[in-house]
């Protein structure tokens, strides 16, 4: 039985006579034109047609400057502190993201923003798929967040939290987390990526739909970043990451993106015993409260747009080791390393002999530039045990070659200086490392009853 033999596609064809050939050729063999065989673009039947669908009245398009967006304000959640990380509150509508290593206190700070916006009279439905409600009930009986329109859900079918929603009709939806609900229009297991995706698809739409504000945990991975497909982070409107150290209690609120606001605010809490308090003016919290001792120097710190001072506290010690040691806690220790270079290259400030230990007060972590010179203000004093007023702050990065260089947001740093009672700020105006250290001691001096040796 002899096989039927199919005929591919002919890849060329001539424009002004049609004929086709396999091969691509200069000249038509029909009609014997030069230059008019092409690619030939065969149908294949995949491509589907889309017919045009006028839109509704509501829906058409209009000029940017007649859309009121009055229909949308914003709504506190009786918390400030996120508010102000959200640029003002909760849009209507709109899908927020909220990260965090485990323990750090994600649940704790939702489960009192759930309270507040429910004793605001605004029903909030809490849908748990970590957690069983007696556990949920039993923080929030710590935490002081109880409430009749509070509504709390322990689920991890998405469907079942998507009926909750038609029955409770909240006003504030919070799902914690996304990663343990799973859907059945998707397969896998809960936090698979194509179930996450899912998942956040759909409560992101019912978001939009209802204008329904949307908190979603989400989990982090070992390195920080947002565990699930890099998607979820473009699909949301508002990317907030929850951080803060085990050892102490400040806990702080950023926003990675946000589209209804700045990406550069911060909001500061503390984690206490009866659960997350907010800290409006953290200034005290990174100062010593003693009295001024040698080997102390105030630097105003940039969290997000938020200026607070930072005590940056040295110690020296003499060693006859080869190698003398290098200890820092909250400084990056390679810029420690080089401003401990230049002020012995730049300042004759000799700390090659010296053990040196750089740690920063309340565990706050000091990385920016603008540490340098408050830095080696800092091991200057404690090399030549004069202690620094605190009447005195220092601002400034530092070069290779001793220069004091301008940081940014300078102008709001002095401002904040100022408000907090600090007289005198010590910055780039100086111009050298060796000249800062020099306006520093008279500084010092023109203040009367002061003994000021060498610093």
């Known amino acids: 039985m002899a096989t039927r033999r199919t005929t591919a596609p002919s890849p060329y064809r001539c424009t002004e006579c049609g004929w086709t050939t396999l091969k691509w050729v200069g000249r038509c063999g029909e009609c014997q034109q030069w230059g008019t065989v092409v690619e030939a673009a065969e149908p294949t039947g995949l491509t589907r047609q889309v017919a045009p669908v006028a839109p509704g009245a509501g829906r058409a398009a209009q000029p940017i400057t007649r859309i009121d967006t009055r229909d ?19 849009v209507p509508g709109a899908a927020i993201l909220l990260s965090g290593e485990p323990g750090v206190g994600k649940s704790t700070l939702l489960l009192e923003v759930a309270a507040q916006s429910a004793k605001a009279g605004r029903r909030v439905l809490y ?85 329904l504000p949307v908190i979603i945990v989400g989990h982090v991975t070992k390195d920080g970043s947002i565990a699930g497909p890099r998607i979820l982070e473009h699909l949301v409107d508002v990317v907030c990451h ?8 400040l806990r702080f609120v950023r926003a ?25 003016d953290p200034s005290a919290l990174f100062l010593g409260h003693g009295p001024t001792e040698p080997g102390t120097c105030v630097a105003i710190a940039l969290e997000g747009r938020r200026a607070m001072p930072v005590e940056v506290q040295a110690l020296t010690i003499q060693t006859s080791a080869p190698n003398p040691r290098r200890i820092v806690n909250g400084v990056d220790s390679a810029r ?18 010296l053990d ?38 220092a601002v400034g990065e530092l070069s290779l ?51 000021v040796p060498d610093f």
């Open 242 to 249: 929850f951080e803060g150290d085990r050892q102490t209690s």
């Open 356 to 393: 040196v230990y750089v740690s920063t007060v309340g565990g706050v972590r000091f990385v920016e530039p603008a540490a340098d010179l408050a830095i080696a203000i800092a091991v200057a004093g404690s090399v030549r045990n004069q202690a620094v007023p605190r009447t005195i702050a």
């Open 72 to 90: 949308a304000p914003r709504r506190t959640t009786g918390v400030g502190e996120f508010d102000r990380v959200l640029g003002g509150g909760l």
């Open 256 to 280: 990675l993106k946000n589209r209804f606001g700045p990406t550069d605010e911060v909001g500061c809490f503390d984690m206490t015993g009866a659960g997350i308090a907010e800290v409006p």
């Open 127 to 211: 849908a748990s798929a970590e957690e069983s409600t007696a556990q949920v009930r039993l923080r929030a009986e710590r935490t002081g967040a109880l409430h009749d329109e509070l509504y709390l859900a322990a689920e991890t079918d998405l469907a079942t939290i998507l009926g909750h929603v038609d029955q409770v009709e909240p006003e504030l939806l919070i799902v914690d987390s996304v990663q343990t609900v799973s859907s059945s229009m998707s397969e896998g297991m809960a936090g698979h990526p194509s179930q996450v995706r899912e998942v956040a698809s759909t409560l992101i739409r019912v978001a939009k739909d209802r204008g």
């Open 401 to 451: 070659a001793g220069e004091v260089r301008p940081v940014t947001q300078a102008a709001q740093r002095r401002t904040e200086a100022a408000r907090l009672g600090y007289t005198d700020v010590i910055d780039n105006r100086s111009g050298t490392l060796s000249g800062a250290l020099g306006d520093l001691r008279t500084r010092i001096k023109s203040r009367p009853g002061d003994d």
């Open 336 to 353: 420690v390393a080089m401003v401990l270079a230049v002020l012995e290259k730049k300042a004759g400030v000799v700390t090659s002999n």
